[in-house]
């Protein structure tokens, strides 16, 4: 088999296919806390999955066919968890695991903080899926690489389990490793093809997104000579544009608390010779790793929700120099979707509803224009913006389709599909994201 180039438009599961067959493994156990990562395997490649084991969410319609090897792990808060329940009945024959006193959101660091629960229910689980039905022998040794555009490491001895990232957990697997690793070959995955890297990428690269951060940018002012900070840069994508867009003429850095995206990000960086633009740096955004008045201009998008938005506040202004801008964009769970198709109103109502994960004291809504206000910038432009996401943004546009349109019904379903076949047809089918934006200016 020929090595794939990442120029090659290739599904998920045909990347996977492929790394699997470069590492002569024929069947594995998945582990997926992304559930655009999975249903290509279970409807296309069933016989390459032992089991699967899907922590968060899941997609009742594309693992039906797994139900019998398929373990569902969530928590007992959220709306995530009502997702899970809601799904169960079509899926008789999977296990469910429910964690108490728990809500998981895209960023829980879940293998860390439920390592004991999360590690017994896992090899339970595994213990029990027939030997048959398994690979009983381990693959290639020890090591790391990179085949089809994912990257991978493998660690352990046994049948094959392959761990797809875990989101944007800061640790993502690590915690389990030794546990996995006894009984099983791990194999961890991640680059850009895959997980959260993956969404993120395709996110940060559509017009729709791009041009919120335009606006934002060009509301702040950025000069040929400033300092520029991206404040939770995750895979750096914004980073690059930035890079690209201004020609080296500015010193950029990105922070993140999460150490996996940092290492993509990194690596993204290089590959695309960026990476003696920026600097990227550990740190939380809630006690950021700087000097007072370090930065002409920080940014920070889509972050600012899932922290103690006050504190990222207060450290954001006290990095940022006297004279300075800040710009900030929020999800917004107060404000409606929007779906471009022909629908009937109560389809409609469901798909457009104001939704999204926010922490417990995390900033996603209108009030980003005061806390802005009152944490000492002036001049604030409040710019509340729909980002809108179509086929040529097709990774992150069928994850945002999926959260949308989660458990529907059989005629939802038909629904939905006939619709979009419409609005396509006509070249007119999109969606948009709802955010709050602003820019404040940091007092002389």
Not at 323 to 336: E, F, Q, Y
Request: net charge negative; proline share 7%.
């Amino acid at each position: 088999m020929t090595e794939v180039t990442e120029a090659a438009a290739l599904t998920a599961e045909e990347r996977l296919r492929q790394l699997l067959g470069h590492l002569g493994i024929a069947q594995a156990h998945f582990v997926t806390r992304v559930p655009d990562d999975s249903p290509g395997l279970a409807r296309r490649c069933p016989e390459m999955v032992s089991s699967l084991t899907a922590i968060g969410g899941v997609d009742p319609q594309a693992v039906e066919p797994l139900a019998a090897r398929l373990l569902v792990i969530t928590g007992d808060r959220g709306r995530n968890a009502e997702a899970v329940r809601a799904a169960m009945p079509r899926l008789r024959d999977a296990q469910l695991v429910t964690l108490r006193d728990y809500e998981i959101f895209a960023w829980t660091d879940l293998a860390a903080e439920r390592t004991e629960e999360l590690g017994a229910a896992m090899m339970q689980f595994l213990a029990r899926i027939s030997p048959s039905a398994a690979q009983p022998s381990a693959p290639a040794p020890a090591g790391e690489g990179e085949f089809a555009g994912v990257s991978y490491r493998i660690r352990g001895a046994g049948p094959p389990l392959v761990l797809l990232p875990m989101f944007l957990a800061a640790s993502q697997w690590e915690p389990l490793i030794p546990l996995l690793g006894d009984r099983y070959c791990t194999i961890t995955l991640g680059g850009a093809a895959v997980g959260a890297v993956a969404l993120l990428e395709s996110r940060g690269r559509a017009v729709g997104y791009l041009q919120m951060v335009r606006t934002l940018l060009e509301e702040a002012h950025v000069q040929p000579g400033d300092k520029v900070l991206e404040v939770g840069s995750g895979t750096g994508v914004l980073l690059r544009w930035l890079a690209r867009r201004t020609g080296g003429g500015n010193q950029i850095t990105g922070v993140d608390i999460n150490p996996y995206l940092l290492r993509e990000a990194t690596a993204l960086a290089r590959r695309e010779g960026l990476a003696d633009l920026i600097a990227f740096r550990e740190g939380n955004a809630e006690s950021l790793p700087f000097p007072d008045a370090s930065f002409d201009v920080v940014m920070s998008v889509t972050v600012i929700e899932e922290v103690d938005a006050d504190r990222m506040l207060t450290e954001v202004v006290r990095v940022t120099k006297p004279g300075g801008r800040v710009a900030l964009a929020a999800r917004a769970i107060d404000l409606p979707y929007l779906a471009n198709l022909p629908l009937s109103p109560a389809l409609k109502t469901k798909v457009e509803a104001p939704r999204g994960g926010v922490a417990p004291r995390g900033c996603a809504d209108a009030s980003l224009y005061r806390r802005m206000r009152q944490s000492g910038l002036a001049q604030v432009k409040m710019l509340p913006q729909l980002t809108a996401f179509d086929r040529s943004d097709a990774t992150f546009l069928e994850h945002m389709q999926g959260q949308l349109l989660a458990n529907p019904t059989p005629e939802e379903a038909r629904e939905w599909l006939a619709a979009r076949a419409e609005a396509e047809a006509e070249g007119a089918f999109f969606m948009a994201w709802p955010h709050h934006s602003a820019v404040g200016t940091k007092a002389l």
